[in-house]
């Protein structure tokens, strides 16, 4: 008697049910960690860098107007920057406040309280400025400003700074743990494919052995069948007988040929396509520059020097490199070529990047002549100085494009 595959075949059945029904809780268990980290880690880390920066801009206003306040006229009334400095101070308050919500689980609780007291000693400071000059004492103000305020706005631009960088390596600790979630489901999930293809494979084989078994039974008992039957045919028959189955201009072509350094500065030259966290910018500036200049960018200057994390995430995983720049000359609010050159050589040192427009806010048949008229004062400046230009690429140490987009 041939055993039947049926009981067999239901252990099979009920085994590989429970495995599945494992594998399903335990992805489902991942997918629930993955799903918390993305809400209340990375989410929250990227709202918070997003605060941060909104500060980090405020602070650099403050910082220029500060700067303008310390380099404008002396008849000029300090006074008559009070109105944006308190309108800056509520904007900063507004963020700080709603950042403090929001301060990521990674941030010890001192960093912020620090910030907080660095703010206040600021603001405490900035007070006084302000005081002495509607007290008309203009030169105490200025002084006061250049001591204290301006050391204290470069403090604490440094410490948001800080904060956004720590926030920006959360995130990518975070980014790896969701990789490594990710790879783990991943590789369980080819090895449980590969288990369930094993299994088919050893359950098809079972059953074409037990088919095979029993095949051969019927072909027996056919066979025995048909010798019966042709006994039974020869009986008779002795009875019988015993009983009878997009456009760069030809100038941008003619500069690269000339051997300068072209890289991206964003398709649109506006103010908020920066916040968008897919920021389809980069790719499209990359797509015109690769069809009309046969090169693929390395270097990328953000468009009013704003970037978020998610920016820079996608210059990361494009292998381009951001460059923003630590000498301005402001030149886009002045016409006076010795004012831009005086503003560039104050500033300047080894390894600095120089910031100078030949457009205005994506404009680029606006009238720079005042550039074309700084641009001697200022390379006569930087030999005076023992400095000499280079090309971005050469800075770094790094090529100037990339072998593909």
């Given at each position: 008697m041939i055993k039947s595959p049926t009981l067999r075949l239901l252990l099979g059945l009920l085994v590989t049910l429970a495995a599945v029904a494992g594998f399903s809780s335990?992805?489902?268990?991942?997918?629930?960690?993955?799903?918390?980290?993305?809400t209340q880690t990375i989410d929250l880390n990227r709202h918070d860098s997003l605060l941060l920066?909104?500060?980090?801009?405020?602070?650099?206003?403050?910082?220029?107007?500060?700067?303008?306040?310390?380099?404008?006229?002396?008849?000029?009334?300090?006074?008559?920057?009070?109105?944006?400095?308190d309108r800056l101070h509520a904007d900063l308050q507004d963020a700080i406040e709603e950042e403090q919500r929001l301060t990521p689980e990674t941030r010890r609780a001192d960093q912020h309280a620090e910030l907080i007291r660095a703010l206040k000693d600021f603001w405490q400071s900035s007070d006084a400025v302000f005081a002495a000059a509607n007290a008309g004492h203009q030169q105490a103000a200025r002084v006061l400003a250049s001591t204290s305020l301006f050391g204290q706005q470069a403090a604490l631009a440094a410490r948001v700074s800080h904060l956004l960088e720590r926030n920006n390596e959360a995130e990518r600790l975070a980014d790896q743990k969701v990789?490594?979630?990710?790879?783990?489901?991943?590789?369980?999930?080819?090895?449980?494919?590969?288990?369930?293809?094993?299994?088919?494979?050893?359950?098809?084989?079972?059953?074409?052995y037990s088919n095979r078994q029993t095949f051969e039974r019927m072909e027996s008992l056919s066979r025995q069948r048909q010798e019966e039957a042709a006994t039974d045919s020869r009986l008779q028959t002795l009875l019988e007988l015993k009983h009878n189955y997009e456009g760069v201009s030809e100038g941008a072509k003619a500069l690269l040929a000339d051997g300068m350094l072209l890289g991206g500065h964003s398709y649109h030259h506006d103010q908020w396509r920066w916040l968008d966290p897919r920021y389809p910018e980069l790719q499209r500036t990359i797509d015109a520059f690769k069809h009309q200049l046969g090169e693929c960018p390395r270097y990328y200057r953000p468009p009013h020097g704003q970037?978020?994390?998610?920016?820079?995430?996608?210059?990361?995983?494009?292998?381009?490199?951001?460059?923003?720049?630590?000498?301005?000359?402001?030149?886009?609010?002045?016409d006076d070529p010795a004012l831009i050159a005086r503003r560039v050589l104050g500033d300047v040192g080894p390894g600095s990047v120089i910031l100078l427009h030949d457009g205005q806010d994506g404009d680029v048949d606006a009238d720079r002549s005042v550039i074309?008229?700084?641009?001697?004062?200022?390379?006569?400046?930087?030999?005076?100085?023992?400095?000499?230009?280079?090309?971005?690429?050469?800075?770094?140490?790094?090529?100037?494009?990339?072998?593909?987009c």
């Open positions: 335990y992805t489902l268990k991942q997918l629930d960690g993955l799903e918390a980290l993305q920066l909104r500060v980090e801009s405020d602070l650099n206003i403050i910082g220029l107007r500060l700067r303008d306040m310390m380099r404008g006229p002396a008849k000029e009334q300090l006074i008559e920057y009070r109105t944006e400095i990789a490594s979630i990710y790879e783990g489901v991943e590789r369980d999930l080819y090895a449980f494919l590969a288990a369930t293809i094993v299994a088919i494979v050893l359950t098809s084989l079972y059953l074409i970037r978020t994390p998610f920016m820079s995430l996608l210059l990361s995983r494009r292998h381009m490199k951001s460059v923003t720049w630590d000498v301005s000359a402001g030149d886009w609010a002045t074309v008229r700084a641009l001697p004062m200022i390379l006569d400046g930087l030999r005076a100085k023992g400095l000499h230009p280079v090309r971005v690429d050469e800075l770094v140490g790094q090529p100037a494009y990339l072998d593909s």
